[in-house]
């Protein structure tokens, strides 16, 4: 049986006013909480669109000759959106799913199983992982260090569990520059879409008051959960200091982090289901266009610390 922890999707105001000063119970209470309708809110898929993401992220990041990782570690994994994925996309044959919310768990280990990919999931905090060394030849995670306060001690477990030759990869972190136009973005079109739709006329578009009050209370945990946003080259750093070869940050995503924020915001300030699979289509071949004129035109250009996402890898000496 599993010595697990029991997710809590249901927080008291107690524990919400505790977690106000606590990031790590803040990150157990908001993910719990979200646990169940992540998927939904991130659009996330098990399909051909997210293996397809997912693989281009990894590879994004880091080399890759095609042949398998055979134990590969998930930090972070909520519902397994990045592992999963990358399993489906034949990155790695055997794997272990874990996450600070034992909601994420559940919900990542039943997503396996529904794959049939060969998976364990473990209620684990980044700083101290519950494995022997050199127990893996991959560590992969997506949008979790900007959560974990010590990175450069998660580093270090990184990379003590992988043996010599293994790789990390982290993608979907917050650059400092990417995250503040996201976020002032992300809060216009918020203002916007709740103001408008209080219009008699555009009724319809106005997710119901409780729901709204939800969103409301999950952004003033979700400022407590968020607790880094990285410059690039102070990643490299962290990471070297860790004691990684190969070490290389690189970033992703100007322009279609600029569509990207106000759509998803708009997608969350807009009751469910109201927008349809034309709009899906218009945010996922926009978002697709961007980041083609992101890589190949405006990366030429622009810093590498203005562009939203940033991805870390490195490896163990042999
Ligand atoms: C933004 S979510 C990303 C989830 C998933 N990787 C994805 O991309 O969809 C961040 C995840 O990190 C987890 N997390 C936060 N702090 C953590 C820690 N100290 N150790 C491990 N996981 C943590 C959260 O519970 C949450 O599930």
Redo the contacts with the bound molecule.
């Keep these: 049986m599993s010595s697990d922890p029991a997710p809590n999707p249901h927080a008291t105001a107690e524990q919400v006013e505790a977690a106000r000063s606590d990031p790590?119970l803040a990150?157990?209470l908001y993910?719990d909480w979200e646990a169940g309708t992540y998927d939904e809110k991130?659009s996330?898929s098990y399909d051909e669109r997210c293996i397809d993401y997912a693989l281009g992220r990894f590879r994004a990041a880091a080399p890759w000759d095609g042949r398998p990782y055979l134990r590969a570690l998930e930090?972070?994994?909520?519902?397994g959106?990045?592992l999963l994925n990358l399993m489906q996309a034949g990155v790695a044959e055997r794997g272990v799913v874990?996450?600070?919310?034992p909601g994420?768990v559940d919900a990542a280990t039943r997503n396996a199983q529904g794959l049939g990919l060969d998976v364990e999931g473990k209620v684990?905090?980044?700083?101290h992982i519950p494995f022997p060394d050199d127990s893996f030849d991959l560590v992969v995670?997506?949008?979790?260090l900007h959560?974990?306060p010590d990175v450069a001690a998660a580093l270090r477990e990184v990379h003590r569990v992988l043996e010599p030759g293994g790789r990390f990869v982290f993608a979907?972190e917050p650059t400092t520059v990417g995250d503040a136009y996201a976020r002032r973005l992300g809060q216009w079109t918020w203002n916007a879409t709740t103001t408008l739709t209080k219009l008699p006329a555009l009724q319809g578009w106005r997710r119901p008051q409780q729901e709204l009050d939800e969103s409301s209370r999950a952004a003033a945990l979700e400022a407590c959960?968020d607790i880094h946003t990285f410059d690039p080259a102070d990643l490299e750093r962290t990471a070297r200091a860790a004691g990684f070869d190969g070490v290389r940050a690189s970033t992703e995503e100007f322009s279609a982090a600029m569509l990207g924020w106000p759509v998803r915001t708009f997608e969350a300030a807009v009751p469910p289901g109201r927008l349809g699979w034309n709009w899906a289509m218009f945010a996922y071949h926009g978002w697709q266009r961007l980041s083609w004129v992101d890589e190949h035109l405006l990366s030429k250009v622009v810093p590498r610390s203005w562009f939203y996402n940033a991805l870390l890898t490195g490896t163990t000496p042999r």
């Design positions: 790590k990150n157990v993910h991130w996330i930090l972070g994994s909520g519902t959106f990045f874990t996450d600070l919310s994420m684990v905090d980044g700083e995670g997506h949008a979790v959560h974990i979907g959960v």
